[in-house]
């Protein structure tokens, strides 16, 4: 073989290396451990708030008493507002996600609405059209939702995520 035809075997072979090699330098450039941080807030303040709801829920159904309800909710919003500290100090020291901070504002306008609302409406007082739309709403919240939980293993998953970055199980 002529010494060209080496050298542009060599040129080719590293030219499809880098090509290769490309998505995977792309994802190691987007995640970084606060991106997995901020993910792992995200859906901790997702199980809170949808806690908070259970516990209205139930305690409007009279399953269990006022004893208990009070507390549980006070624990609650507690966990909620460090949760949302803790977002804003990552999201205000690096924007590593983007879109974090209109979650983190909406998530902080549900529960400052259900402080303000200290007892919700009762369950009876619900019409069928009431509860529908309580349900459409409930539906479009959950499609919304920017990270989740691997189906194994139950680590956070970044929207991002094709496999999970933990037990590698394909997400899609």
Known sequence: MELGSIFLLLAVTVLVGIYLYAPFMARARRVTEDSYEV?????????????LQELDFDNNLNKISVEE???????LL???????????????????????EGQGDNAQARIEKEVRTDSS????????????????????????????????????????????????????
């Open 121 to 172: 409406v009762k369950a009876a007082e619900l019409n069928d059209d009431d509860i529908e739309s309580m349900l459409a709403a409930r539906r479009n919240q959950r499609k919304e939702k920017s990270a989740g939980f691997c189906p194994k293993c139950g680590k956070a998953v970044l929207v991002i995520d094709r496999f999970c970055p933990t037990c590698g199980k394909s997400l899609t």
């Open 39 to 51: 993910s792992a807030l995200l859906a901790e303040r997702d199980r809170v708030i949808n806690s």
């Open 78 to 100: 507690q966990k909620g507002a460090d949760i949302l500290r803790k977002l804003d100090e990552l999201t205000s020291a690096s924007s590593v996600l983007s879109g974090v």
């Open 69 to 75: 309800y009070a507390p549980q909710r006070a624990l």
